[in-house]
């Protein structure tokens, strides 16, 4: 009798095989002398004829045979079931392979494969599922995209609503504590803040306070503005800068092309044209002039 509460345990020499598909065993064939030929036969009940669903059971200790269950609940003793084809099937299945015992799958023991996939029917019919899917997720991605908005715009609605509710409240709780009503600033009237004081600029404070204003450095890091590099037995010129009369000179240059150039900087925006460069755009002669075009002038 076959305990259906007992699980499948190699270890202990208990196998219970659940077969979906139709299950195989090996038979010589007969018509073969010479060499021996092994077919694979399916186990059928003797009762009602199925042949799959079974559940094949053997106990080493106690039956040397398989036992048989159909779904049809009927039990017999199968015994073209050779057992150690059966146990050498079982354990290449779940726990360590007899690679002697190899043959038998070859020979076609034990339970069928699954058919081979029809590529022409299973693919249509997996791209259906996969677009089923995808089209899913997305109405929930915009069903809740919608909702979102539409929870915003009542909540939104919802305040305009009870605004005036909730400001009568206010005021009666206001009222009711004896704290005084406050016109509210034109500022948080209008949802704007309100501007802060000018902060004055860190050369106003220092002018204020009498400090000195910070000591520049030298320009040139090397020589420290002194054109030469001096060490103990070492006296060379500077190569990084051009050397403190050069740099007056520049200086220089750039003072008389502001003074030529009325007080500014001639390249800036604002600068003043001198008075050729008025005469120039005039058409005139200079104030300075005496000369036009080679003639005197007659009011010089």
């Known amino acids: 009798m076959i305990d259906p509460t007992r699980a499948h345990d190699p270890d202990a020499g208990?196998?219970?095989i659940s077969a979906e598909r139709p299950f195989n065993y090996l038979q010589r064939d007969p018509d073969h002398t010479l060499r021996v030929v092994w077919q694979a036969l399916p186990v059928a009940c003797p009762m009602c004829g199925a042949d799959t669903g079974l559940t094949l059971v053997l106990e080493r200790a106690a039956q040397p045979v398989v036992e048989v269950l159909c779904p049809a609940r009927h039990e017999w003793t199968e015994h073209l079931i050779d057992p150690g084809h059966f146990t050498a099937w079982a354990d290449m299945r779940w726990t360590t392979p007899n690679w002697d015992m190899f043959w038998i799958l070859e020979a076609g023991f034990g339970e069928e494969p699954p058919p081979p996939i029809d590529?022409?029917?299973?693919?249509?019919?997996?791209?259906r599922i996969v677009a089923k899917v995808f089209v899913r997720e997305a109405k929930k991605r915009v069903r809740r995209q919608v909702r979102r908005?539409?929870?915003?715009?009542?909540?939104?609605?919802?305040?305009?609503?009870?605004?005036?509710?909730?400001?009568?409240?206010?005021?009666?709780?206001?009222?009711?504590?004896?704290i005084p009503q406050q016109a509210p600033d034109p500022a948080e009237k209008s949802g704007k803040q309100?501007?802060?004081?000018?902060?004055?600029?860190?050369?106003?404070?220092?002018?204020?306070?009498?400090?000195?204003?910070?000591?520049?450095?030298?320009?040139?890091?090397?020589?420290?503005?002194?054109?030469?590099?001096?060490?103990?037995?070492?006296?060379?010129?500077?190569?990084?800068?051009?050397?403190?009369?050069?740099?007056a000179l520049a200086a220089a240059e750039r003072k008389a092309a502001r003074v030529r150039a009325g007080g500014r900087t001639p390249a800036g925006p604002k600068a003043k044209p001198g008075g050729e460069e008025a005469a120039a755009g005039t058409g005139r002669p200079a104030a300075g002039n005496s000369r036009s075009g080679g003639v005197a002038s007659p009011d010089a």
Request: glycine share 8%; net charge positive.
């Open 14 to 16: 208990y196998y219970r």
């Open 119 to 127: 590529l022409v029917e299973e693919v249509p019919k997996a791209a």
């Open 149 to 178: 908005r539409v929870r915003k715009v009542k909540k939104k609605v919802l305040n305009v609503a009870y605004s005036p509710v909730a400001a009568l409240i206010r005021t009666a709780w206001a009222m009711q504590a004896g």
């Open 194 to 247: 309100a501007p802060g004081p000018k902060i004055p600029s860190v050369a106003k404070y220092r002018a204020a306070y009498g400090m000195a204003a910070p000591v520049k450095g030298p320009a040139c890091l090397v020589c420290e503005d002194k054109g030469r590099i001096v060490a103990p037995g070492l006296d060379i010129t500077c190569t990084e800068c051009e050397g403190p009369a050069a740099a």
